[in-house]
């Protein structure tokens, strides 16, 4: 096995820096997986901490909807661990068909797996994605290059009232009514086509005293362009059950979350999992006959110590909650 666990974080760290990686990586427990399915590969930050405590021949499945990120991932373990490489599997797409894409590869059933929901830092810095309030950088904010939707569509194309939705919805954004008017007003002249255009009209409709705030002024209504562009909380609920189903029995399910509607389908998923019965309150006994499909191994979801936060200030918002299947 090359390179240490310290060696192989500064690598993959310049694509991007996994999250609660060691805290992930012994809630799995990977000593005890031959199978693993990443949901959000990204570099293989995560996928590379496991592979490299499987057993020999424990296959690993990496779905990423980014060809860039799927590049970087088979590059890394082809650096960091060239022997287990075979037994990784790159696959193009969406986590949220993720039992599809498995069932394309001739796979039933996994002994792990995790969901990274976060945006990796590549894509927040490299300016042409346009993710990122800190470039001037065309609407893009797509995570599958290839798809039509872009930020640019939905800043243009949305009515009011779709606008409203995302922002409230996505962003938590208490400024949207004035955001949403003023992109309105702009785009009525020419098309918003930047994000230095968007960040000038969302600062232009928050008060003086919300613009000295803590954090960036733009950061919701970007959060919020990001989520509807790549559809990431519309499925997020069935997504979460579905994996739990592809789940082999005693198998571990790992979901960080990044913001609170994430957390909050997650939460409420595996709740309802935990305890399905429907019966009411008062009832001596169970007559639904609903089983518990999975034991939650996380009173509380883990966070980010103050060591992790001083090297990646990006896992400050990071939660991790985790499931085992019964």
């Known amino acids: ?67 860039e990120a799927i590049a970087e991932a088979k590059a890394n ?69 290839t798809q039509e939707l872009t930020a640019y569509d939905i800043v243009n194309g949305y009515s009011e009232a779709e606008l409203r939705r995302v922002l409230y919805e996505y962003g938590e954004e208490k400024f949207t009514p004035s955001i949403v008017r003023n992109i309105i007003k702009r785009r009525e002249t020419a098309p918003i086509e930047t994000t230095t255009e968007l960040v000038e009209i969302i600062k232009s409709s928050m008060p003086a005293k919300a613009l000295k705030e803590k954090g960036h002024p733009a950061s919701r209504t970007f959060q919020a362009l990001r989520i509807e562009t790549n559809s990431e909380i519309a499925g997020l609920e069935d997504a979460i059950r579905d994996l739990v189903d592809i789940l082999n029995p005693g198998g571990v399910i790992a979901v960080i979350t990044f913001h609170s509607l994430e957390d909050r389908i997650v939460k409420n998923v595996f709740r309802e999992l935990h305890d399905p019965c429907t019966c009411p309150k008062s009832a001596p006994v169970c007559i639904c006959g609903k089983k518990p499909l999975i034991e939650i191994l996380l009173k509380k979801p883990v966070t980010a110590g103050e060591e992790e936060l001083e090297g990646n200030p990006r896992a400050r918002s990071a939660k991790l909650r985790a499931a085992r299947k019964i």
């Open 77 to 145: 373990i082809m650096r960091e661990l060239p022997e287990r490489y075979a037994d990784f599997t790159p696959i193009k797409g969406n986590f949220f068909e993720a039992k599809k894409l498995l069932a394309q590869q001739g796979v039933s059933g996994v002994d792990s797996c995790l969901a990274d929901l976060g945006v990796s830092s590549h894509q927040f810095d490299t300016p042409e994605r346009g993710f990122s309030f800190r470039f001037d950088a065309k609407l893009d904010m797509r995570l599958d290059q």
């Open 1 to 67: 096995m090359r390179g240490s666990i310290q060696e192989r974080d500064r690598m993959s760290s310049a694509y991007h820096k996994p999250v609660l990686k060691d805290e992930t990586i012994d809630i799995l427990e990977p000593e005890k997986r031959n199978s693993y399915l990443d949901c959000t590969t990204g570099a293989a930050g995560h996928a590379i901490a496991m592979m490299s405590r499987m057993p020999a021949g424990a296959k690993v499945y990496g779905i990423d909807r980014d060809d």
